[in-house]
């Protein structure tokens, strides 16, 4: 089992940056892989980023590449999205999820085991 806790989440301007924060606690946080989602109101799910487990490699789904970037640090059961260039189109409320590591499907929601309550980003035009 593993527990997951996001913060970071808050109002900024198009063209801002904000980083939100995932902590984990139980199972050691190396074995897993862990993924980012966002859901917007009305809209289905949408997979954003991932890192495996050993943080060597990353994924971006294709309306944040270029803008995103996820990082994890292990030894602190942390893992971060950065946001930068932020548009309105980005608002939606932040997931983390994390999956048993296989390196596969990471793009893919129900791969993932676990999930954090949220957390609302709001991008103003």
């Known amino acids: 089992q593993v527990q997951l806790v996001e913060s970071g989440g808050g109002l900024v301007q198009a063209g801002g940056s904000l980083r939100l924060s995932c902590a984990a606690s139980?199972?050691?946080?190396?074995?897993?892989?862990m993924g980012w989602f966002r859901q917007a109101p009305g809209k289905e799910r949408e997979f954003v980023g991932a890192t495996l487990w050993s943080g060597g490699s990353t994924y971006y789904g294709d309306s944040v590449k270029g803008r995103f970037s996820i990082s994890r640090v292990n030894a602190k059961k942390l893992v971060y999205l950065q946001m930068n260039s932020l548009k309105p189109e980005d608002t939606a409320v932040y997931y983390c999820?994390?999956?048993?590591?296989?390196?596969?499907?990471?793009?893919?929601?129900?791969?993932?085991?676990?999930w954090g309550q949220g957390t609302q980003v709001t991008v103003s035009s």
């Open positions: 999820a994390a999956k048993v590591r296989d390196g596969s499907n990471w793009g893919l929601e129900r791969s993932y085991n676990y």
């Open positions: 139980g199972r050691p946080f190396s074995s897993y892989d």
